[in-house]
Nanobody, 120 residues
Framework: QVQLVESGGGLVQPGGSLTLSCAAS????????MGWYRQAPGNERELVAS???????IYGNSVKGRFTISRDFAKNTVTLQMNSLKPEDTAVYYC??????????????WGKGTRVTVST
């Protein structure tokens, strides 16, 4: 089965940096898009950043200029470099991948999430 495993969350002070990583594994034929979403308490899950197979990127308005997404297409990994972190960036961050696999129809898969807390 396909698995997305995130790493790199934690506690950081405002203005600090953090790097999140996600690796997709399993019977994957093709990964079309990989990206990150986040959900803060009481809020809906929102897009943080995403990159498709053509390396086109989309960023949420609140993170533009501070966060950078990158992918290793050979390893099916995605990384989110987060700089100038703010308390409002506090959330659970979820890795998402749109892919085709030997496990059924093409679709989007989710990791279990990694918590990021920005606080003094």
């Amino acid at each position: 089965q396909v698995q997305l495993v995130e790493s790199g969350g934690g506690l950081v002070q405002p203005g600090g940096s953090l790097t999140l990583s996600c690796a997709a594994s399993g019977p994957i034929f093709r990964v079309n898009s990989m990206g990150w979403y986040r959900q803060a308490p009481g809020n809906e899950r929102e897009l943080v950043a995403s990159m498709n197979s053509d390396e086109n990127t989309i960023y949420g308005n609140s993170v533009k200029g501070r966060f950078t997404i990158s992918r290793d297409f050979a390893k099916n990994t995605v990384t989110l470099q987060m700089n100038s972190l703010k308390p409002e960036d506090t959330a659970v961050y979820y890795c998402n991948a749109g892919l085709q696999c030997a496990c059924g129809p093409a679709g989007h898969f989710w990791g279990k999430g990694t918590r990021v807390t920005v606080s003094t």
